[in-house]
């Protein structure tokens, strides 16, 4: 089952459409929206596509141009960012390996929640912001945090748990963030209270 209240009609309808598109047939939602609609936790707007892109940039833009309306951000070879009817969308050229066969449910392809947890580590590492660590308060109702470190070495073989565990304790970026319209009740400081003591106990440990 999946949780259609998290994320907006439009949005919604825009990933089903872009799903049905052969082009993106390898491609699978990752991130805030994902892990949302698997959970039921917050409400996500962007969507994320994550994958084996086989096609050039060229291709790609046609591809969306008939679609719908849509507004380049950021393009390079495997990144490629638009704004698309107002919403924001990454297609991203994903080299690393899947840990888990997608979810696959109503025409839509999900990133399991086992790839999620380990792709949120690696981006609150890049630069933390409000949401991942929401998503990471909620993946560790689900995991142990060294369940969750060992899915971030198992996809990312050069990973670096020092990187990932400094990280976990460092906050400031997302303090001045807005908190998501939430559909779990949890407050900031909580959440901030349960990583931490999570961090703590891996550490003492070790």
């Known amino acids: 089952m999946l949780f259609y209240e998290t994320i907006h009609a439009q949005t919604l309808g825009l990933l089903k459409k872009l799903q049905s598109e052969d082009l993106f047939s390898n491609l699978r939602l990752v991130g805030g929206t994902s892990l949302a609609l698997q959970i039921g ?12 892109l086989k096609c050039d940039n060229i291709t790609l833009n046609n591809t969306l141009k008939s679609l719908a309306q849509y507004r380049i951000i950021q393009q390079t070879e495997n990144i490629h960012i638009y ?7 990454d ?5 690393y390996p899947w840990l888990q066969a997608p979810v696959t449910k109503d025409g839509l392809t999900l990133a399991a929640i086992e790839d999620i947890a380990a792709m949120k580590l690696a981006a609150i590492t890049g630069r933390g912001s409000k949401k991942d660590f929401i998503d990471l308060y909620f993946l560790l109702q689900r995991f142990s945090l060294k369940e969750m470190l060992n899915l971030y070495l198992k996809k990312y073989n050069e990973g670096s748990v020092f990187m990932v565990l400094r990280s976990l304790a460092y906050f400031d970026d997302a303090e ?27 550490q003492s440990a070790q």
């Open 41 to 52: 936790h917050r409400i996500s707007v962007d969507i994320d596509l994550f994958g084996d």
């Open 91 to 95: 297609v991203v050229n994903y080299p």
């Open 83 to 89: 704004n698309i009817e107002n919403i924001k969308v």
């Open 176 to 202: 001045e963030e807005l908190m998501p319209k939430m559909l779990v009740e949890v407050t900031w400081n909580e959440i901030k209270a349960t990583i931490t003591d999570k961090l703590k106990t891996f």
